[in-house]
């Protein structure tokens, strides 16, 4: 709606948000998007991926690449992808910190010194009393022995543990999870690769079918903004779980002469999302939201899955 009076024309964009403030505060952030949209561009308000390989082009031997996590996030198959580009998909050790894994990091972290090779300790918040150790091994590196392709990466959850010399000495990126739907496809799609989408041998229902599936991931994650509205409980819903589906609905397209649309609607919805599901209503909906993406009518062209028809089903002969 217009304001009245005349409003509409005499107060400027930012006025305008300060009368929504007063309204409904609940809208301000989406005004301000908007705002900022009109004076900047749309790109300030989308969020941006990652890009691994302007970081590791900074970083240094002696630098850690520390990826700081926010729930629901998992930065391991991006580096795992990017070392693969990298040809070091072999030379990369990954281990996840925990009791007991202190002396095994140390000396795969030793090793890979010698050998240039890239560590990637997991969850560094979870090994507190080994912090101060790997501080001491890291402060060590002499910059002129150490083999020049090796690298140190870490994970961690924001920690008051976490030694701060490494922190001020690394590169550091957050990873958070999309935000929006828009944002969540693209990060899914840019994470595939053209013969990942045909190598199937159902290529056009595979892409098909891919689409509806990460419409759903986009849709889930995004309800758990709306607090006991979106579930009942909050479920930290990952990337793993949407790979997870990925991999199994290849699988089964190539396996099935027929779709078999109640087995996927089973494995996604009753156990790998389903899984992490505790209460009972929060199961039926996420099922009755996942029965409007795996259905047969998605594979019809055009297929609208909202009512707006902003999200269709896209041509499956295009390429990624």
């Keep these: 709606e217009g304001l009245p009076g005349g409003l509409e024309q005499s107060l400027d964009a ?20 908007d705002y ?3 004076q900047l561009g749309q790109r300030f308000i989308e969020p941006q991926t990652a890009d691994l390989s302007a970081v590791f082009r900074e970083s240094s031997p002696v630098t850690p690449l520390i990826f700081i996590l926010s729930p629901g996030t998992d930065p391991a198959a991006d580096l795992y992808k990017f070392a693969e580009e990298m040809r070091f998909s ?5 281990i996840s910190l925990g009791q007991g894994q202190g002396p095994r990091a140390e000396a795969m972290m030793r090793n ?4 240039g090779k890239w560590v990637f300790f997991q969850n560094c918040h979870l090994a507190p009393s080994w912090m101060p150790s790997l ?7 002499d910059p002129d022995k150490v083999h020049r392709d090796f690298r140190v990466w870490l994970t ?6 976490f030694p701060v010399s490494i922190l001020q000495n690394g590169s550091k990126l957050t990873i958070e999870p999309p935000r929006g739907v828009k944002a969540n496809l693209l990060r899914t799609y840019l994470s595939l690769t053209d013969a990942e989408l045909n190598d199937c041998k159902r290529a056009l229902e595979h892409k098909a079918l891919l689409l509806s599936l990460c419409l759903f991931h986009g849709s889930t994650i995004e309800r758990r903004k709306f607090g006991p509205l979106g579930f009942n409980i909050p479920y930290e819903f990952t990337d793993g779980d949407l790979r997870i589906c990925i991999s199994q609905l290849r699988m089964f397209l190539e396996e099935y002469t027929d779709i078999p649309y109640k087995v996927l609607r089973y494995t996604a919805g009753e156990i790998n999302y389903g899984g992490r599901v505790t209460d009972d209503w929060d199961r039926r909906c996420l099922l009755s939201i996942l029965q409007d993406f795996y259905q047969p009518p998605v594979l019809e062209d055009n297929y609208k899955f909202s009512e707006s028809g902003v999200y269709h089903q896209i041509n499956p002969t295009y390429d990624l």
């Excluded at 403030?21 to 609940?26: F, K, N, S, T």
């Excluded at 072999?90 to 990954?94: E, G, M």
């Design 14 to 33: 930012f006025q305008k948000i300060l009368i929504l403030r007063c309204l409904r505060g609940d809208k301000v952030t989406n005004a301000m998007q």
């Design 36 to 38: 900022v949209c009109h």
């Design 90 to 94: 072999k030379k990369l050790s990954a």
């Design 112 to 115: 890979a010194m010698e050998r």
């Design 135 to 141: 501080e001491r091994l890291i402060e060590n590196i």
């Design 156 to 161: 961690s959850m924001p920690s008051n543990q």
